[in-house]
C-alpha cells in the first residue's frame, strides 16, 4: 500500500538574508574596530561624566600605572622618529636606523634614556618581555626629570600635540603630582585626563 | 532573485512540458551553510575584540607658574573659598572659608550635596552684597595618601555640580594636622 507523503518540504531554507546581514555585520566590525597597540601596562582608568573626546591622532599620552611608573607615548610614527633623534641628540646618544625604525612601529615606553639604546637593540619579542621600569619623574626641570624632555622634545617633534594623562585608579597621588608639574614647569597648563565613560546623573538627582 | 523567469507566472509554468526540449534544470541553490558559519565567526571574533567605549577625556587647566603681574590676579572672599582635602582610604575632609578651620569630615556620595548647599549660599551671599556672582570658589587639595581616581572624582564633581571656580592646590602642613587620625 502506498503511502500518502506529505508534500515533500525542501531542506534547504533560503539563507541569502542571513548572510546579507552576517556580512553586513562582519564589514561593519571591520570598518569601525581599531586594534589596540601591545601597552606594556595595562591601566583602569577612572570614570567620568566628561563626554569630549580626545583627538585620533596628534596626542601624546603619559601613562601612570598603579605602581607609579610613567609611561611615554606619541602616536605618530613620522614623528616618533623625529622624537627619538631629537632625544638622542639631547642626551648626546646616536640611534642607529634599526633603532628609529624599532622606536617608531612601538608604542608607550617606560625606559630610562640611558638604557633605551639597549632595549631597542633587542628583539620585538625580547622587548615585549621587559619589565619597563617606567621614565624617571622627579620634581626639577633638570636633565634628569626626563619626562620633562620627553615632553619638550615631544612638543616640537609631534608639531604641538594635545597632551593626555592616562592614570590608573589607584595609581598615588604624589606620581600625578610630579607629572601634574613637570607639564606646568614646560608650560602645559592645559591638558586632559582620560577617563571611561559614566553615565551623568540626572537634574533630579542633583535637587 | 536567482532564478530565471521565462515569463508569465513562475506558479503557473510548474511541472508543465513545454514546446522545446529543456536541459535538466540545475538547481540554483547553493548550499550557504558554511559561508554562514564564517560569516558569524567573523562577527563573533570582531565583537569580541572591539573595543566600543572609545576613551574620554576631562579637561584640567593648571594655573600658569611663573606668573609676574599678580594685579590681574581675582582676588576671593574668605566666605566665598571652600577647602576639601582628599584623605586616604576615600575620605573626605572640607572647610568653609581661610581663617579658624572647622574641619568637616564626609565622603565622595555625600560631598555633592554639601557643594550644591554651599554654592547656592554663597551665590545668595554675593546677591545680597552686590558681588561679582562667581559661585564657590572650590581649593581641591589631594593629600600624598589620595589616589589619582579620587582626584577625578572631585573634578568630576565640580561639572556635575555646575562649579566653575575651582584649582587643584598643595595640601599644607597645617591642614594635615588637621586632618583627624
Redesign the interface.
Given at each position: 500500500m502506498a503511502k500518502v507523503k506529505p508534500p515533500k518540504a525542501s531542506v534547504f531554507i533560503d539563507m541569502t538574508p542571513m548572510v546579507d546581514m552576517a556580512f553586513l555585520l562582519v564589514t561593519f566590525f571591520i570598518l569601525t574596530t581599531q586594534f589596540r597597540p601591545d601597552e606594556p601596562v595595562q591601566v583602569n582608568t577612572p570614570s567620568s561624566t566628561w563626554t569630549s573626546t580626545p583627538p585620533e591622532h596628534g596626542k601624546v599620552t603619559i601613562t601612570i600605572a598603579p605602581d607609579s611608573r610613567v609611561f611615554f607615548d606619541l602616536d605618530n610614527q613620522n614623528f616618533r622618529r623625529d622624537l627619538l633623534q631629537r632625544m638622542g641628540d639631547t642626551y648626546g646618544i646616536s640611534f642607529s636606523e634599526d633603532e628609529l625604525n624599532a622606536f617608531a612601529t612601538g608604542s608607550s615606553i617606560g625606559i630610562p634614556m640611558s638604557s633605551l639604546k639597549g632595549y631597542l637593540d633587542l628583539s620585538p619579542e625580547d622587548r615585549r618581555k621587559v619589565q619597563q621600569p617606567g621614565i624617571p619623574v622627579d620634581s626639577t626641570k633638570n636633565m634628569s626629570n626626563e619626562l620633562g624632555i620627553w615632553l619638550i622634545n615631544a612638543r616640537i617633534a609631534g608639531n604641538n600635540p594635545v597632551i593626555l594623562i592616562k592614570g590608573d585608579k589607584l595609581s598615588n597621588y604624589p606620581a600625578v603630582k610630579n607629572v601634574f608639574k613637570t607639564l606646568q614647569d614646560n608650560k602645559v597648563n592645559k591638558f586632559g585626563l582620560i577617563t571611561s565613560e559614566e553615565a551623568a546623573p540626572t537634574t533630579k538627582q542633583l535637587q | 532573485?536567482a532564478e530565471l523567469q521565462e515569463g508569465g507566472d513562475v506558479q503557473s509554468h510548474r511541472g508543465k512540458k513545454r514546446g522545446h526540449v529543456r536541459a535538466k534544470k540545475m538547481s540554483t541553490?547553493i548550499?550557504?551553510?558554511p559561508?554562514?558559519d564564517l560569516?558569524?565567526l567573523?562577527?563573533t571574533f570582531?565583537?569580541l575584540?572591539?573595543?566600543m567605549?572609545?576613551?574620554?577625556?576631562?579637561?584640567?587647566?593648571?594655573?600658569?607658574?611663573d606668573v609676574k603681574d599678580t594685579s590681574e590676579m581675582s582676588k576671593i572672599r574668605a566666605s566665598e573659598a571652600m577647602t576639601i582635602l582628599?584623605g586616604g582610604n576615600d575620605k573626605v575632609y572640607y572647610y568653609y572659608g581661610i581663617e579658624n578651620p572647622q574641619i568637616q569630615s564626609t565622603d565622595y556620595k555625600k560631598i555633592?550635596d554639601t557643594l550644591?548647599a554651599h554654592n547656592n549660599y554663597v551665590l545668595g551671599l554675593e546677591a545680597a552684597n552686590g558681588w561679582d556672582k562667581k559661585g564657590v570658589i572650590v581649593l581641591i587639595k589631594?593629600?600624598?595618601?589620595?589616589?589619582?581616581?579620587?582626584?577625578?572624582?572631585m573634578?568630576?564633581e565640580m561639572?556635575?555640580?555646575n562649579i566653575k571656580s575651582y584649582a587643584?592646590v598643595?595640601v599644607t602642613t597645617d591642614e594635615l594636622a588637621m586632618i583627624p587620625k
Open positions: - | 532573485m541553490r548550499d550557504m551553510t559561508m554562514v560569516g558569524f567573523l562577527v570582531f565583537i575584540t572591539t573595543t567605549t572609545k576613551p574620554k577625556a576631562m579637561q584640567v587647566v593648571m594655573p600658569d607658574k582628599l555633592r550644591i589631594p593629600t600624598n595618601d589620595s589616589k589619582y581616581e579620587n582626584l577625578v572624582d573634578l568630576d561639572k556635575i555640580t587643584i598643595d
